[in-house]
């Protein structure tokens, strides 16, 4: 049986309080770190790991110069069933294979049903993660923006659902792309090529270009799974 670390522990903690014990209400703020860490038994590092999986699944957000807040828009009565994301070594494999059966359907009911206000959102982020590239910036949270907001254009609420899960992809794509340059000039162009499908409103080739960028992805980060072959 594989160890939970102790910042998916954490996670697990801070989910609890707001899940079940209800200390903590949508649009609350943490403690701050110092007095959060002595409450929880566990270093500031350990605290800063599990506020960022929960981050990273949509449960928590960060607001500069104010601190950590719960999100305002979660469904406290269903976040335990979120837990699930903390307690499983999903890796990245497994993620992008996620991304590959979603993300390529949701370009194409986006490109169908987006309202011209989302589609200009959109292209707005797709712009904002190339600019981040060309000056070395940190993109994960403008690349998650991205991808929610064509998954919000599908206008499909159970699709967006799977969010947190994509984010969990996104966070290690970003983080592994950043020593692969070729990873990095793909995901501009296949932004460029996704964008171009969806402005055009060709849902077939949104679907495409989204499904070439993700296998890109998949290839350039070195994260392919193998096979079984049946004799």
């Known amino acids: 049986m594989i160890q939970?670390?102790?910042?998916?522990?954490?996670?697990?903690?801070?989910?609890?309080?707001?899940?079940?014990?209800?200390r903590f209400l949508p649009g609350d703020k943490l403690p701050n770190e110092n007095e959060f860490s002595?409450?929880?038994?566990?270093?500031?590092?350990t605290l800063r790991e599990a506020i960022r999986i929960l981050v990273t699944n949509?449960?928590?957000?960060?607001?500069?110069?104010?601190?950590?807040?719960?999100?305002?828009?979660?469904?406290?009565?269903?976040?335990?069933s979120l837990s699930f994301l903390t307690e499983a070594k999903i890796n990245a494999t497994d993620l992008y294979e996620m991304r590959l059966i979603f993300e390529p359907e949701a370009a194409y009911y986006a490109t169908l049903r987006a309202s011209d206000i989302e589609l200009k959102r959109i292209i707005e982020y797709g712009k904002q993660i190339e600019q981040k590239i060309k000056n070395n910036e940190d993109r994960t949270v403008v690349e998650q923006k991205f991808h929610q907001s064509i998954v919000?254009?599908?206008?499909?609420?159970?699709?967006?659902?799977?969010?947190?899960v994509i984010y969990q992809a996104i966070?290690?794509?970003?983080?592994?792309?950043?020593?692969?340059?070729?990873?990095?000039?793909?995901?501009?162009?296949?932004?460029?090529?996704?964008?171009?499908?969806?402005?055009?409103?060709?849902?077939?080739?949104?679907?495409?270009?989204?499904?070439?960028?993700?296998?890109?992805a998949i290839r350039e980060l070195g994260i392919e799974k193998e096979e079984k072959t049946s004799q």
Do not use: C, W
């Not at 104010?66 to 335990?80: A, F, P, Q, S, V």
């Open 171 to 216: 966070d290690k794509g970003v983080i592994l792309s950043k020593k692969k340059q070729m990873a990095i000039k793909d995901t501009i162009n296949d932004h460029h090529m996704i964008m171009e499908f969806m402005k055009n409103r060709n849902p077939e080739g949104a679907r495409s270009a989204m499904r070439i960028h993700i296998l890109h």
């Open 152 to 164: 919000k254009a599908t206008h499909n609420e159970f699709m967006e659902k799977l969010m947190p």
């Open 58 to 80: 949509g449960i928590l957000e960060i607001r500069r110069g104010k601190g950590t807040y719960i999100k305002e828009d979660i469904d406290t009565d269903n976040l335990e």
């Open 38 to 45: 002595e409450q929880l038994h566990v270093s500031r590092t």
């Open 4 to 22: 939970k670390r102790l910042s998916d522990s954490v996670a697990d903690d801070i989910m609890a309080m707001i899940a079940i014990e209800k």
